[in-house]
């Protein structure tokens, strides 16, 4: 234990698991950009890929390096001052204007749709209002929480096989909720790729940016879908 390392450990069922906790810049950067070396555990982002398809978070190898790719550039420090800056500061002045005509509301629902309105007009430009926004994130984030809980606990159960020299295959069955869910956002994302087609002279925003390049439409709506639900829930 130098400070910038630590070995932690934890006991579960009788078994001690030992794990590296690392806080140093250099070795995170190093550890991230080898990732022939540190890959993703499949196993943990097998439940997410069964909701949110393949994406630049549950991608692999040569695929995730192309999205990656693709999406980068737009969140250079230079590109968030050009492009998402000013979003967050009108919608943010427009928040707070807003505030002292609202007499009684309830803060969450007022802060969850303010940031969905964020999200959205960083993603969609003027191509979707703030209520499609919001109702889109809710849509999102409720279909997707129970994979990410899923997630967890398939990473830990892979690993508790592997120590006992096992193997874990996790099984994945989408209820009737989600598979309605699902339903809704491609319904919605269909949409608004439909009113994009009529643009003459499209917005440059993240959207575009993925028509732009040669994704799928299947896998423009798998990373929008994550974009949305990880920037909501952050």
Same mark, same amino acid.
């Given at each position: 234990?130098?400070?910038?390392?630590?070995?932690?450990?934890?006991?579960?069922?009788?078994?001690?698991?030992?794990?590296?906790?690392?806080?140093?810049?250099?070795?995170?950067?190093?550890? #991230?950009? !080898?990732?022939?070396?540190?890959?993703? $555990?499949?196993?943990?982002?097998? /439940?997410?890929?069964?909701?949110?398809?393949?994406?630049?978070?549950? #991608? *692999?190898?040569?695929?995730?390096? *192309? +999205?990656?790719?693709?999406?980068?550039?737009?969140?250079?420090? !230079?590109?968030?001052?050009?492009?998402?800056?000013?979003?967050?500061?009108?919608?943010?002045?427009?928040?707070?204007?807003?505030?002292?005509?609202?007499?009684?509301?309830?803060?969450?629902?007022?802060?969850?749709?303010?940031? =969905?309105?964020?999200?959205?007009? =960083?993603?969609? /430009?003027?191509?979707?209002?703030?209520?499609?926004?919001?109702?889109?994130?809710?849509?999102?984030?409720?279909?997707?929480? /129970?994979?990410? !809980?899923? /997630?967890?606990?398939?990473?830990?159960? +892979?690993?508790?096989?592997? =120590?006992?020299? *096992?193997?874990?295959? $996790?099984?994945?069955?989408?209820?009737?909720?989600?598979?309605?869910?699902?339903? =809704?956002?491609?319904? +919605?994302?269909?949409?608004?790729?439909?009113?994009?087609?009529?643009h003459q002279?499209?917005?440059?925003?993240?959207?575009?940016?993925? !028509?732009?390049?040669?994704?799928?439409?299947?896998?423009?709506?798998n990373n929008?879908? +994550?974009?949305?639900?990880?920037?909501?829930?952050?």
């Amino acid at each position: 234990n130098d400070g910038d390392v630590r070995l932690g450990s934890m006991e579960w069922m009788g078994h001690e698991f030992r794990f590296w906790t690392i806080s140093d810049p250099i070795l995170i950067a190093e550890i #991230a950009s !080898k990732h022939d070396i540190f890959r993703k $555990p499949y196993e943990g982002y097998a /439940s997410l890929e069964a909701i949110t398809g393949k994406n630049v978070i549950t #991608a *692999q190898d040569e695929q995730w390096r *192309q +999205m990656r790719h693709i999406m980068a550039p737009y969140f250079t420090p !230079k590109s968030i001052k050009t492009h998402l800056a000013p979003i967050i500061v009108e919608n943010s002045h427009n928040f707070v204007t807003a505030l002292p005509h609202l007499g009684d509301f309830n803060a969450e629902k007022i802060l969850r749709n303010a940031t =969905a309105a964020n999200i959205g007009r =960083a993603l969609f /430009s003027d191509d979707i209002t703030p209520e499609r926004s919001a109702e889109l994130a809710e849509t999102i984030v409720h279909t997707t929480l /129970s994979a990410e !809980k899923f /997630s967890l606990w398939s990473s830990l159960a +892979m690993k508790i096989a592997n =120590a006992l020299g *096992q193997t874990y295959h $996790p099984e994945i069955h989408l209820t009737r909720q989600e598979k309605k869910n699902l339903h =809704a956002i491609h319904t +919605m994302l269909d949409d608004i790729t439909a009113t994009r087609a009529r643009h003459q002279n499209p917005p440059e925003d993240i959207f575009q940016v993925l !028509k732009d390049s040669d994704m799928s439409p299947d896998l423009i709506n798998n990373n929008i879908q +994550m974009l949305f639900g990880a920037g909501f829930e952050t």
